[in-house]
């Protein structure tokens, strides 16, 4: 039974908003760069001399017929001579005429086939390189997209685009080349021939034929691509409801939902089913008139011809050289179809992958952007306000400073825009109104890479890569070498816990980090970030999700790494940021307080009573470590944390 609908809580996953679809003549320029590309004159010369095979193979395969019309014409010919009473004629040099003639068609039945393994042997390196560099300018361009983008798109969505994408264009590339472009070029020659040496009814009858032909396939193939694009469309839904369920499969386990999850992706393979279903059954009506086409053709030529032979028009051989070509031509004509068809299909794969290409990125560098210099590593807000959504203000009229060396913690409940300054810092997202500064340089005018090269951050929920602890560490400097990477898991409190297990630093660590405890993925992070060496740090609430315990032991970690460094802290638990230089209070994106912790305390107003609530839970907790450890203790810590906002 179905409890809900999908239709309308899933978005399309072959749209984007704001980014037109794209026509297949774009979509053909789009690749044309990829199949030529500049400065890369080996792959060039390959096209070229994938070209020339091409021309000389279909050259040879339309002279096969011609070929063997004059040995079957000769043999006649000698037949007739045998049966004379003329012995001038020597029937021995006829016969190694024919057997000239026999070596030559086999030739001609040769070239073809080895010239097209040797056109495939040099094309295939200029597919490859095709498919390797646009399968990595769009995930580099994914990668280079905004946050907004990311945080509205699904990842099992975005790898199947780029997987189906880079699969097309290959297979693209491969039809053309090897199947339309020789077919096409052998019908012209054929026609040329036989419009200079025969009558006019046998080019009408195979220009109609073809054209007729080409005309239902393409106009009924694309009548049923919007069988395929739907087939698409719920297979990337399905793929990313399996993905993002498995992802979140202890949410799943949470709430019990596994009955909920299986319904939404039996939703999706139903759709999916369906769609499958009427594209196999228009396929067979499509393939059932190509063949009407193709016999029809042929019979015609046929009967013409035979006509023509008992007039007397036409020899055995011409007879046999026309009834050739047609099963030349519409052998190769069939899979024209069938190529056709997956060229369009294959058009379909690449259309959401294309249209990620288009995506411009919403934060971008300036043309004459340069290098974040950095030597004090002084960071100024100024005026800063900003917005998510229209009519959703987020940041007003921010003003503060950090100078160097020093640290500025900013508080205040969820949803106030603590977090948001961290973001707009590494410039995820650009400010609508103020600036900010590092170093007296507006981060808008500044390359991002040099900008995010300059901090580290520890964020409050470190989602890690499903490898080694080592591997996880040294991300934060992948040039490091194996001594520095422990010297940063010492400096983070991790190291001795690391050699403790059985595979110390080439230990996995799981999916996103989940076999490792809260702790211990902070740990790691803070070993990542202490490797980068950033002169700013940005500890982004690195402590919220642990125990009191665990907490300070992190803590300790902390104001080691953030020693001589310029420190961004946004807090939940006050606790954590007592010997802060200056704390910030942030309340509906407002600076409504600023001072040290005990200035605050003193000046009684939201810091303080925030100080009060925290600490009557903290000593709460402490009363009842020795009764609740572990996940109770963590879980009641974060439950008190709630209560305190």
């Known amino acids: 039974m179905e409890h809900f609908s999908h239709a309308t809580a899933f978005?399309?996953?072959?749209?984007?908003?704001g980014v037109p679809q794209r026509t297949v003549w774009q979509t053909v320029k789009s690749i044309l760069p990829f199949l030529w590309p500049k400065q890369r004159h080996d792959m060039q010369a390959r096209v070229v001399i994938a070209v020339a095979c091409l021309l000389l193979g279909r050259t040879a395969n339309v002279y096969g017929p011609i070929v063997l019309k004059d040995l079957i014409d000769g043999l006649e010919s000698l037949v007739r001579t045998t049966q004379s009473?003329?012995?001038?004629?020597?029937?021995g040099s006829a016969i190694a005429g024919l057997v000239s003639l026999a070596l030559m068609y086999g030739l001609m039945v040769f070239l073809p086939g080895a010239l097209t393994e040797l056109r495939s042997a040099v094309f295939t390196p200029v597919s490859e390189f095709a498919q390797r560099v646009i399968g990595l300018k769009a995930f580099s361009h994914i990668h280079d997209l905004s946050m907004r983008f990311h945080l509205d798109r699904r990842t099992g969505g975005l790898s199947r685009a780029i997987e189906r994408g880079t699969r097309a264009l290959q297979q693209?590339?491969?039809?053309?080349a090897f199947n339309i472009a020789p077919t096409l070029f052998e019908i012209g020659l054929v026609s040329v021939y036989l419009a200079v040496t025969y009558p006019v009814k046998y080019v009408l009858v195979i220009l109609i034929a073809v054209v007729g032909y080409v005309a239902f396939t393409l106009i009924f193939t694309e009548w049923r691509t919007k069988f395929r694009r739907e087939m698409v469309s719920q297979e990337s839904r399905a793929t990313s409801i399996g993905v993002d369920s498995l992802l979140n499969f202890e949410t799943v386990k949470y709430f019990g939902n596994e009955k909920y999850e299986a319904d939404r992706y039996n939703d999706a393979l139903l759709?999916?089913?369906?769609?499958?279903?009427?594209s196999q059954d228009t396929l067979g009506m499509l393939n059932a008139g190509q063949l009407i086409a193709r016999v029809l053709c042929q019979v015609t030529i046929l009967v013409l011809a035979v006509q023509d032979h008992a007039a007397g028009q036409l020899s055995t051989g011409e007879v046999v050289m026309i009834n050739t070509f047609m099963l030349q031509l519409f052998i190769p004509l069939g899979f024209l179809g069938s190529s056709y068809r997956m060229i369009r299909q294959s058009m379909v794969d690449m259309e959401y992958m294309f249209q990620l290409l288009d995506l411009n990125p919403e934060v971008r560098d300036d043309t004459d952007a340069a290098p974040l210099k950095v030597n004090q590593g002084e960071i100024r807000f100024k005026d800063v306000s900003f917005t998510y959504e229209r009519g959703r203000r987020v940041l007003s009229d921010i003003n503060f400073s950090i100078d160097e060396g020093r640290t500025v913690a900013v508080v205040g409940p969820s949803g106030s825009g603590k977090s948001t300054l961290s973001r707009l810092l590494y410039r995820f997202y650009d400010t609508q109104e103020g600036s900010i500064f590092i170093d007296g340089q507006d981060i808008t005018h500044v390359t991002q890479a040099s900008l995010r090269n300059t901090i580290g951050i520890v964020p409050q929920d470190t989602v890690l890569?499903?490898?080694?602890i080592r591997y996880n560490i040294r991300y934060g400097n992948p040039l490091a070498t194996d001594m520095e990477v422990e010297n940063a898991a010492k400096l983070a409190s991790i190291h001795d816990f690391i050699t403790s297990l059985p595979q110390g630093y080439e230990t996995r660590v799981g999916e996103r980090g989940l076999k490792l405890s809260g702790g211990e993925k902070q740990r790691v992070a803070i070993a990542r970030t202490v490797l980068k060496n950033p002169k700013i740090l940005v500890l982004d609430e690195a402590t919220s999700a642990l125990d009191i315990k665990t907490e300070r032991e992190i803590q300790a970690a902390l104001e080691e790494v953030a020693k001589n460094r310029t420190t961004l802290v946004i807090a939940h638990r006050l606790s954590t940021i007592v010997n802060a230089d200056e704390i910030l209070v942030l309340t509906a994106g407002e600076i409504i307080e600023r001072g040290s912790h005990l200035a605050l305390v003193k000046a009684d107003g939201t810091y303080a009573e925030m100080w009060r609530r925290q600490k009557e839970a903290a000593d709460e907790i402490e009363k009842i470590q020795e009764i609740?450890?572990?996940?109770?203790?963590?879980?009641?810590?974060i439950e008190a944390d709630k209560l305190s906002e």
């Open 11 to 17: 978005a399309d996953p072959l749209s984007i908003d």
């Open 85 to 91: 009473i003329d012995i001038t004629l020597d029937p």
């Open 172 to 176: 693209i590339t491969g039809l053309f």
């Open 271 to 278: 759709r999916y089913m369906d769609a499958a279903v009427k």
């Open 465 to 468: 890569f499903n490898d080694t």
């Open 628 to 637: 609740f450890t572990g996940d109770e203790l963590r879980s009641l810590q």
